[in-house]
């Protein structure tokens, strides 16, 4: 890896992509760390393009992925595409051999997913995926909690989860500053659907995987395992699974939509206590999600609540972060490959259940 001169070694990024997520959610965290230099993007509308590099101080603007990766020295690559055409586009970028990051979903389809695992390990590259919400500071304590409660044993082993993700404004003012184009967007090649759908099972189940598989991920994050979906009813509201040692959990799908607030939130139960995660909207700004601890260790102690206070980091910012750390090969929250296949995996599952 080729690093500047300096007190702060600067890891070169280069954007692929320049479209409301890559602007806003992405490229508005990496142009402001101490520790990233943002040498070079692509985007394929050029006034785009240069208006975005000149409000972010990036020096070279690139028509193409091609003609980027072709003249610019780069260490790390955030490529942030509709997901639709991720297999198009990221087995030319994994074969530059940069770290990429993407946002979620890894794929279109469990198919496609798989090919570009195998892509990614075929080219020793790494391949990170955006859940952002495992960068909260918030659910980053929470997990910490539940290291020590498991390590320590106070609290009993785990009993039950559950997350409850109702439709709401999750822009919250985040694309605020987008910089927008009159140029039309270039058609692209898309990945296939699915395999063995009908043009409304394709709907439904890019729908599904453009906003649910966050939570597919989330649960399997929280509870440190793999599951199983066990029921998913036809109205869409609910998902049952079971974790591999036996934990039953449930995802709640719009259970009630709100129209100027976000309700999302994540509860882990042990025996004894029980800590839950109330998410803030997704594109918010300075704002981390709120952590509350129940802990009635029944051995005299008085039961307590906890609320920790958490640093006005959001998420998108620290995801930035910890793929700069990734890149310098520490350990960080972010999701793999091979984990996001399992997720797309677990959404095919999903929506064959709610088809039965």
Not at 1 to 7: A, D, I, K, N, Y
Not at 64 to 82: C, F, G, P, T
Request: charged letters at 25%.
């Amino acid at each position: 890896m080729s690093m500047g001169e300096g007190p702060v070694s600067r890891i070169r990024v280069g954007f692929v992509g320049l479209g409301s997520m890559g602007q806003c959610a992405h490229l508005a965290n990496y142009a402001v760390l101490a520790d990233c230099e943002v040498a070079a993007v692509a985007e394929l509308r050029e006034d785009l393009g240069r208006q975005v590099a000149r409000r972010y101080g990036v020096p070279r603007v690139h028509r193409s992925h091609r003609e980027m990766l072709a003249s610019e020295r780069l260490d790390a690559l955030v490529a942030i595409q509709r997901f639709e055409t991720h297999g198009q586009l990221l087995p030319e970028l994994l074969e530059a051999g940069l770290p990429v990051l993407i946002e979620k979903p890894l794929a279109r389809s469990v198919e496609v997913g798989e090919r570009l695992l195998e892509e990614s390990q075929r080219t020793g590259t790494p391949l990170f995926v955006g859940y952002h919400k495992r960068s909260d500071p918030a659910v980053m304590a929470a997990m910490a909690q539940r290291e020590d409660w498991d390590s320590s044993g106070r609290m009993g082993r785990p009993r039950f989860a559950r997350i409850t993700m109702p439709p709401g404004e999750w822009i919250a003012g985040g694309f605020d500053p987008l910089i927008r184009t009159a140029e039309p967007y270039p058609a692209l090649a898309a990945d296939p659907p699915p395999s063995g759908m009908d043009e409304e099972d394709v709907k439904r189940h890019d729908a599904f995987v453009n906003y649910y598989i966050h939570q597919l991920n989330l649960l399997r994050y929280f509870l440190g395992e793999g599951y199983d979906v066990v029921h998913a009813d036809r109205a869409g509201r609910l998902l049952v699974v079971e974790s591999a040692s036996g934990v039953p959990a449930v995802i709640e799908m719009a259970p009630w939509e709100t129209s100027v607030d976000w309700q999302e939130s994540a509860l882990l139960a042990y025996d004894r206590g029980w800590m839950r995660v109330d998410l803030p909207p997704p594109l918010a700004v300075n704002r981390a999600g709120r952590l509350t601890v129940y802990e009635d260790p029944a051995d005299g102690t008085p039961p307590r609540e906890i609320r920790p206070t958490l640093p006005s980091v959001h998420a998108m910012r620290q995801q930035a972060i910890h793929f700069l750390a990734a890149v310098r090969g520490e350990r960080t929250p972010l999701c793999r490959a091979e984990e996001a296949v399992e997720d797309l995996r677990t959404a095919r599952r999903c929506l064959d259940l709610l088809a039965a």
